[in-house]
Nanobody
Framework: QVQLVESGGGLVQPGGSLRLSCAAS???????MGWYRQVLGKERELVAT???????TYADSVKGRFAISRDNAMNTVYLQMYSLKPEDTAVYYC????????????WGQGTQVTVSS
């Protein structure tokens, strides 16, 4: 069973930076890994994804401010966040997808990011 463990969340002032990390257990070669976020009472939304060959996608709201990367050898994905805004406040979840032809996925437990002065 795949387990994803996030770390790096916390409280930061507007304009500040944070780096989230997500370490996956096991030796699965994930098709893709990514980050979602959720505010209480709202739907979970995509933040960024990265495939095994390094292709990335970003939500429009974070383009130019966030950068996703992964270390395939360590099965770890990172989310570097710059120029943080109060509206970035949310619980951030890591996810990973694997398998062929049937896809499987796993989610981390979430890490809180709060942007406030």
């Amino acid at each position: 069973q795949v387990q994803l463990v996030e770390s790096g969340g916390g409280l930061v002032q507007p304009g500040g930076s944070l780096r989230l990390s997500c370490a996956a257990s096991g030796t699965i070669n994930f098709n893709a890994m990514g980050w979602y976020r959720q505010v209480l009472g709202k739907e979970r939304e995509l933040v960024a994804t990265i495939t095994s060959d390094g292709s990335t996608t970003y939500a429009d709201s974070v383009k130019g401010r966030f950068a996703i990367s992964r270390d395939n050898a360590m099965n770890t994905v990172y989310l570097q966040m710059y120029s943080l805004k109060p509206e970035d406040t949310a619980v951030y979840y890591c996810t990973a997808v694997w398998g062929h032809p049937s896809l499987r996925s796993a989610w981390g437990q979430g890490t809180q990011v709060t942007v406030s002065s």
